[in-house]
């Protein structure tokens, strides 16, 4: 693309008003960044003016280049370059940062301001969701068009997101596949909030880089050329690129550039007046942007319209004779499923068991797989052992890009490159590990829950039963610990119907995480003749057994345990105890169903209530209540055959069984007010 | 230290001693990882028998050099070099591999085998561990006596560990602090689960750690001569070691040497026979230990009480004439803690308020640093917010080992290394952050809870009420989340004077994790003469404020929330509903007291139970029963200040004071069997 020549008086205008309203915005809410947006308020200049192709007017145009701001604290230079570049964002909406309703929030944040990509803030998370935008490019472009899809994904990053683990892994993984979509400007302003980087950062970081097989570009970061430089060697390299732009924090600050003090509150009314003065600006006028800097930033808009309008155009020729990759594209783009895409989901029969969950999941998958084309995923490293493998499917390597994603051992990327595929307009994302190292990538999977977005973790090896690899392998606190996380659905089938359809739900659901808990070890497929259809895992919980004779007691289980509390069942009944089982697969969903439902798959009226779950008990007395019982993990497991730990931690029929009669013998003998 | 000549013969038949016991273990427990052992044999020769000053016959001697196996799936190598070295392991606890109560768990357990140094499993913990060991012995050298603790840290890694972000950051940090006694040899065996490497791993590994200053060293692997030389090369230098030995899996192997198969399951009966025979074994014999190998071996012992005996004869002479650093070390070695250690905590009056916890904590640390010498701690890049600086002190750094620590913006490693620090006999470790960021670090947070470790977590800006940061900085789902890891103590306080019992309990708690979680926001003092003393904060919760008149209402709640609390009480007292106010600083602490305690605290008569705390209130029903209601926050936060959110939130006085109102008015309307 030829570009007009840079006109450096008018880009310095620009980019001081840039510097200022971040400034002056930080000031008014006495709170927030001045230091990087105004250092680099060059960097977002040149990248909306002269090399993004975007279209202001259409913030979510599926061609555009995305731009993600991982040093996610410098939002305001976001904030003033979406709005000079005529982005729905006021200059009131720059006032308003950081209070409440604003778009312009303290971080950036997805669905609040138009042109935000994705929520950042978390150091490390908007480079790793950038290697998954850039993967989500070059999947549509091999899969659906690669003229369609040829864009590029940029990302700012400071020292912060590079000290972070995650940025290595997913710097590494963005080099082994040679992703030459993504650009990567790092900041290096040498300071950070304890002072200078040297105190704990001496990395040589381009060599790091080079390791990685990145392309490395080193420009000074006032140098509008040297950057345009850059910028257009990035572009014509097959690797993706890292461009070191050295900056100085807080410049032309005259008493905080190259300050911690600049990092992280507002430089103070003297201060900032100071800084005026220094380039020649009026101290005493704020938020001030004059028509020049408007006009000359009106032309994002123009261009963005023109660049918009010739991709429309090409995909309307497209459309005359569409392949099958760009029908798949066209029907899922929004969000939705292609039409009886669960129809063929398998049904499984007693005959079928004993079916680890993970293997029943394995087998449901590869039936989605076949049709639902924009389906990917992998795993971190676990594949044999998820079933996350899509038979018949390519890899996604360097050289090509397929369904079977390998994300190596590195679960924080796998994390952040899902939320990057659910940023790609059409794709549904899954991920898998054990569920004990979901410990390793908690952060993306909040963001994801934040932004309401849908990637699908299957997390397999559930408990303590998974065996002889130990209490290091052997969730515990990590179904309450994703329980507690907002906007997340936690679903623990009990057997490979139950998986079939949490898988359903997870597919389904398009606006927020879902996670799979599934087990290692063989499970009975629950008799559809005797138990209740595994459809009532759409509510969240429902009763797979019912009482026989008058309701005594209630047994609540999740997953394998579903089967021990059935057990449980047989042997109450056979000594006349009334037993009903409720499975309560997905808590988010049933504490979504009426009262009603709920009321009467729990009856309020009985409170000899056993829940049974190989997982720490928090949250459970919220369903058997304070005179109920869990039984449950109170410390970690240990190294031995699945089989023998769940004898060893009591989670037997028999044990269960005792349990409810200890518990049916004491609410006879106490009276009411025996809550404690 | 001169050695003896290397006996290619005895060395030869003690590594494939070492290589059949870990695969005839394997084989025998039916499940296990026979590959890696197998090729690391070698090595785990060269470092036990030659390298490493060690004895066997105490496992904890002080002065002794560490190994860490942070590819935790070989630990059948492990437990097969100690069983040689003549740990306390016997060939019998080897044949129970992975068996319940065994020694020789499936994962290396610390306090499980002699001989063990840290947990490992999950990939990249031990690399950080040894990191923090690393540490722990410069410090000691520094503060204590060079002479005493000049031990080495070796660690033996696959490339798992090197893909894991956390390694990166260990690994930059450890070349920015040129920690010369850290030696880790990566096993590149080009295999993982998946399959080859190259699947997902390309990166150039020497570059990469030559980026980060250390020493890189090239060997063959099953070349003990180039293995010598790197060894003695890596003991030279100032920096840390990296030495790439290029191994094969399951060397030998007939159809499984350099497959993916040889990694995580036995190699099969027929397999494990071809390849005994191809080392000219007996096929048919398992768990052979020929006498020449057990004699050969034997010398470790020798070596090894002489080597001790050396080191107690010095600290004898040391202690006739002891510096000050070496009597806070003997005080100290046990965990002991110094006489007098907590007398002069500070006592705060309601006129130090409006001060926040976290600037409480800051001054009790600093009182508590003045009164045990062997305290350090820092942050990761937030030591101004977390008020964690130790004043006065020295930071650690390459020339010198202070006791601020500077971690960087690296909260994973910060975990690994705190567990490394608190593996330090005599050492008390802290590091701190922001609350939200303790999502970057509980897979080393579990570590320490699972091996009783006791570093202290200072866990800053615990709620929405942090304000402007918006809801990527704002906690919701991590009480909870931490409320669920067993063994870990999580205590909230509300006001500077609970703050200083906080930290008591943390510094006396040798024996397990605590998590200090504190308020950004000032908060008021809670006046000593009119609510119950702080101490209450020794049973986890306890009766701030009594009712007046008959108990009507209890209202529980955490740090900030319990002025909250505090003043709701106010305004329903003063309508003649008689509340009280528990605060409920640390759950495990008071789930531990006596059921007549609890029972007095939270009378069971009083239903009318409102907990308020601004965090998901997973959990809660616990104490407030199915009848009670929690105050909590149901999503996410929001960009703000933080008064503003508070309000918006519903934590105010009036919006509890409502609730209590609708609880009491609703559970006169309804039968007792409303629970639902």
Same mark, same amino acid.
């Given at each position: 693309m030829t570009r007009e020549p840079l006109d450096a008086v008018l880009a310095r205008s620009t980019i001081d008003t840039l510097r200022f309203l971040a400034a002056d915005a930080v000031e008014r809410a006495r709170s927030g960044h001045p230091g990087t947006p105004m250092e680099a308020a060059p960097l977002a200049y040149l990248l909306y003016r002269r090399h993004l192709r975007h279209n202001p007017a259409d913030p979510a145009w599926p061609g555009r280049d995305r731009l993600v701001l991982s040093c996610g604290h410098a939002s305001m230079l976001l904030y003033g370059v979406l709005h000079l570049?005529?982005? @729905?964002?006021?200059?009131?909406?720059? &006032?308003?940062?950081?209070?409440?309703?604003?778009?312009?929030?303290?971080?950036?944040?997805?669905?609040h301001a138009p042109g935000v990509e994705t929520t950042t803030g978390p150091l490390g998370q908007g480079l790793g969701v950038s290697v998954g935008m850039a993967m989500g490019g070059r999947f549509l472009a091999e899969q659906v068009s690669a003229e369609l899809f040829n864009y590029r994904v940029y990302a700012l990053c400071s020292d912060g997101d590079l000290m972070e683990g995650l940025s290595s892994e997913a710097a590494s993984l963005a080099g082994h596949l040679h992703l030459g979509n993504l650009i990567v400007v790092y900041l290096d302003n040498r300071i950070t909030i304890e002072g200078e980087t040297s105190l704990a950062f001496s990395e040589q970081v381009a060599t790091r880089f080079l390791a990685y097989d990145w392309q490395v570009l080193q420009v000074e970061g006032e140098n509008l050329t040297e950057i345009e430089m850059a910028l257009n060697a990035a572009k014509a390299d097959?690797?993706?690129?890292?461009?070191?732009?050295?900056?100085?924090?807080?410049? #032309?600050a005259p008493t905080k550039?190259?300050?911690? *003090?600049?990092? #992280? @509150?507002?430089?103070?009314?003297?201060?900032?007046?100071?800084? &005026?003065?220094?380039?020649?600006?009026?101290?005493?006028?704020?938020?001030?942007?004059? *028509?020049?800097?408007r006009a000359h930033m009106g032309a994002c808009r123009t261009r963005g319209r023109h660049l918009q309008?010739?991709?429309?155009?090409?995909?309307?020729?497209?459309?005359?004779?569409?392949?099958?990759g760009l029908l798949n594209w066209l029907r899922s783009r929004d969000g939705a499923l292609p039409e009886g895409w669960d129809l063929h989901l398998p049904a499984f029969g007693a005959a079928d068991g004993p079916l680890a969950t993970r293997q029943a999941s394995g087998i449901v998958l590869n039936a989605l797989a076949a049709r639902l084309p924009l389906l990917l995923g992998g795993s971190a490293d676990l594949a044999p052992s998820t079933n996350?493998?899509? &038979? #018949? *499917?390519?890899?996604?390597s360097r050289t090509g890009s397929g369904r079977n994603l390998h994300f190596g051992v590195r679960e924080h990327a796998m994390g952040a490159v899902l939320n990057g595929l659910s940023h790609t307009p059409g794709l549904i994302a899954y991920g898998a590990t054990f569920l004990i190292f979901s410990d390793y990538m908690r952060p993306p999977m909040r963001l994801a829950a934040m932004m309401g977005l849908a990637p699908i973790y299957v997390f397999t090896h559930d408990s303590i039963a998974l065996g002889e690899d130990g209490p290091t392998h052997q969730p515990v606190e990590q179904l309450p610990g994703l329980?507690?996380?907002?906007?997340?659905?936690?679903?623990?089938?009990?057997?490979?119907?139950?998986?079939?359809?949490?898988?359903?739900?997870?597919?389904?659901?398009?606006?927020?995480?879902?996670a799979l808990v599934l087990?290692?070890?063989?499970?009975?497929?629950?008799?559809?003749?005797?138990?209740?259809?595994?459809d009532g895992v759409r509510r969240g919980g429902y009763v797979l057994a019912e009482e026989e004779g008058d309701l005594q007691a209630l047994l609540l289980a999740t997953g394998a345990e579903v089967h021990v509390a059935l057990a449980a069942r047989e042997l109450l009944q056979a000594e006349g105890v009334a037993t009903r089982v409720v499975s309560?697969?997905?808590?988010? &969903?049933? @504490?979504?169903?009426?009262?009603?439902?709920?009321?009467?798959?729990?009856?309020?009226?009985?409170? @000899?209530?056993?829940?049974?779950?190989?997982?720490?008990?928090?949250?459970? *007395?919220?369903w058997v209540g304070t005179e109920g019982e869990v039984i449950g993990m109170r410390g970690f497991g240990a190294s031995a055959p699945g089989a023998v730990l769940l004898e060893h931690f009591g989670f037997t029929p028999e044990a269960v069984g005792k349990r409810v009669k200890e518990l049916l013998a004491r609410s006879k003998d106490v009276n009411p007010d025996a809550q404690s």
């Open positions: 570049a005529g982005y @729905a964002l006021s200059l009131d909406d720059l &006032k308003n940062f950081r209070q409440l309703h604003s778009p312009a929030a303290g971080h950036p944040e997805f669905g097959p690797r993706p690129s890292l461009i070191i732009a050295r900056t100085h924090i807080a410049p #032309g550039q190259d300050s911690a *003090e600049a990092h #992280g @509150a507002p430089l103070g009314a003297e201060e900032l007046a100071a800084t &005026k003065s220094a380039y020649g600006w009026d101290p005493h006028q704020s938020f001030l942007v004059s *028509e020049e800097v309008q010739q991709w429309q155009e090409l995909l309307r020729d497209l459309e005359k004779n569409p392949s099958a996350t493998s899509l &038979k #018949g *499917e390519r890899s996604f329980r507690a996380l907002p906007n997340l659905h936690v679903i623990r089938p009990a057997d490979a119907n139950e998986t079939a359809e949490a898988w359903r739900l997870a597919v389904e659901r398009r606006n927020g995480p879902t087990s290692r070890q063989g499970l009975p497929v629950l008799d559809p003749d005797r138990y209740a259809p595994a309560l697969p997905c808590w988010e &969903k049933f @504490a979504e169903q009426a009262e009603s439902y709920r009321r009467q798959v729990l009856p309020p009226s009985c409170r @000899a209530r056993v829940a049974i779950e190989a997982a720490s008990p928090l949250g459970w *007395e919220r």
